[in-house]
């Protein structure tokens, strides 16, 4: 497993609610790639909450949408925007979880068009959201425009052009 470098950090504007560990509010997620997956692993904190112990809804679809754009730079080597987002909440998720772990992998590419899947399990390995992302992906002129190079992995030397 192979730690993934952030490639917003020190972007004018940056401030992601998932990703940058600069914001006071986040999530914080850190991202890795095995194989075909991107991984994530975090704690849920209280704040985040919905019902009493238990993690909002909105936030768990949040966690799908980012690990989804995640998997867009890092597999596609080019960044997009969602266009649309499907979740299925299976069980609920506690905000005293020690850990969750979120897995993505692109299922299929149609034109510009990644079709996305991702799951939220718990601690104990129950899949507790599924998720299905479409997102539309940008040419590497727009990518380049948004602020995107390439997302690199720690260990990878990167290689003059």
Known sequence: MRKLINPWIGKDGYDCFGCNPENPIGLHMEFYEDGDYIISFLRPQEHLQGWVNTVHGGILSTIIDEIAGWTVSRKLQTTGVTSRLEVNYRHPVAVTEQQLTVRARIREMKRNLAFIDATIEN??????????????????????????????????????M
Do not use: H, N
């Not at 599924?130 to 990167?158: H, I, S, W």
């Open 123 to 160: 601690s104990r390995g129950e899949t507790c959201v599924e998720g299905t992302a479409v997102y539309f992906t940008f040419g590497p002129d727009k990518a380049r425009e948004m602020g995107f190079t390439r997302c690199d992995a720690v260990d990878e030397q990167l290689l003059s």
